[in-house]
């Protein structure tokens, strides 16, 4: 997220001081860009914020401190700031187009959807708009819409690699690897310093089958931005796939180490856990992400219901998935993670769930592989362990090495002395 915010900010900068009538509003933005380049974010909300104090009016402060609040994923903070700016004024894109991407990274896909849509129909000329709405339509599960607003963002300004990165996503998820690499060497070529792009080009070579070459990839990335998480958490998945445990580890209590209020992180090390089958310290993990993360909780829920079943809490564990499942908000098209729930709470069955994986518009191999494996973990539960091994090895058959459930079934297979 933060390099997409960046991206954005850059263009903010070239048309914001001529917004600035009083000149210490002017120095004291421009103070703000200056401390934010340093990356001193801290600085760089006071300095906006006194903006606001002599200029209540500011709409580029407003704008510029919700970005600062954003990269510090103080979301609700930033929504605040960008609602600000847009109530000041209405016809101008860019509050609609940060305050979309704050929602979609809250979870609220249907107001981040909202506002790009307003976006775009303010200026369709706005090519991070199309970014930020492709990215809202791919985590609602519409690939094809996301597809077509990248290749319009792409179509507008060929220039910005956010475009070809995300775009990269959807090839690699296709299974046209060589269209992502394609795209994800664009965006290093349009910038050098881009990390997301270096990470996703980890993820196309891991699925080529080149592993050194990916984890040259991911040390880029952490020597680009080792205050991120994202980079270690990229070599934490690598590791497990090499079976480097402990060195995944370490990366994973790195992630937390820069980014302690990061949800994903504890994700990522809660998988590292699991693989681990520490499953006390996984269900924290996986408990954690789900307290600091608006959205993408889905698959942690899933995680804990498992590892509270196995470990014999399975009367607790259903009703806390059910609960959970019931206060959701607006579901993604397809609605997977809500199959398997489905599935793992008995209101579906397991054809059906195999059905759902094999169906659009988010079908992919990879869903084949998670059906698999959590049909595998049902007839475990169940204890059915001949059948529990068939599944977990068709699971490892899908070839899905940087997919967890991959690795979980190899897990299981390995305890079952396979």
């Known amino acids: 997220m933060k390099q997409f915010a960046i991206a954005f900010f850059c263009g903010l900068l070239a048309t914001a001081s001529a917004m600035a009538a009083l000149q210490p509003v002017d120095q004291l933005l421009q103070q703000g860009e200056a401390a934010y380049k340093q990356g001193d974010i801290d600085s760089a909300i006071a300095d906006f ?15 510029r401190r ?22 000041l004024n209405p016809k101008d894109s860019n509050g609609y187009s940060l305050r979309g991407l704050a929602k979609r990274f809250k979870g609220d896909l249907d107001g981040a959807l909202f506002d790009l849509n307003q976006a775009i129909l303010l200026n369709p000329k706005i090519a991070l708009a199309y970014d930020y709405r492709g990215l809202t339509r791919y985590a609602k599960g519409d690939p094809d819409g996301a597809m077509a607003d990248f290749n319009k963002a792409i179509e ?6 956010d475009s070809y990165c995300a775009r990269a996503r959807i090839f690699r998820s296709r299974g046209d690897l060589d269209a992502a690499m394609a795209d994800c060497n664009q965006a290093i ?18 699925d080529k089958g080149d592993l050194d070459a990916a984890m040259a990839d991911y040390n880029t990335a952490i020597l680009l931005s080792p205050k991120e998480a994202s980079g270690y958490m990229a070599s934490a998945d690598l590791k497990r796939i090499r079976g480097d ?12 180490a820069v980014e302690p209020n990061y949800g994903p992180a504890y994700k990522s090390r809660g998988n590292t856990h699991a693989m681990m089958r520490n499953w006390t310290a996984a269900l924290a993990d996986y408990r954690r992400c789900c307290d600091l993360s608006a959205g993408g909780q889905d698959y942690p829920h899933l995680y804990i219901y498992l590892i509270r079943a196995r470990t014999g809490d399975t009367e607790a564990a259903t009703q806390d998935l059910s609960s959970y499942m019931k206060s ?32 659009p518009p988010t079908s992919s ?9 959590f049909a595998g973990m049902k007839k475990l539960l169940a204890g059915d362990k001949e059948n529990a091994t068939t599944y977990f090895e068709k699971c490892v058959a899908t070839e899905k090495k940087d997919y967890i459930e991959f690795q979980l079934a190899q897990s299981e297979l390995k305890a079952l002395g396979k």
């Open 189 to 206: 070529d349009l910038n050098i310093n881009y990390v997301p792009a270096f990470i996703e080009r980890g993820y196309v070579k891991t």
């Open 66 to 87: 919700g970005l600062m609040k954003q990269l510090k994923r103080d979301r609700d903070g930033a929504i605040v700031d960008y609602s600000r700016a847009i109530a």
């Open 328 to 359: 959701r908000k607006t579901p993604p098209l397809g609605d997977w993670p809500a199959r398997i729930a489905g599935f793992l709470l008995g209101s579906i069955t397991e054809s059906d769930l195999f059905a759902a994986a094999g169906s």
């Open 49 to 63: 914020t006194k903006v606001i104090a002599l200029d209540p009016k500011n709409t580029a402060a407003y704008l």
């Open 365 to 373: 191999q990879g869903q084949t592989c998670e059906a698999w494996y």
């Open 245 to 256: 445990l402990d060195s995944a580890l370490a990366d994973g209590n790195q992630a937390i």
């Open 156 to 161: 507008i300004d060929s220039k910005t690699p």
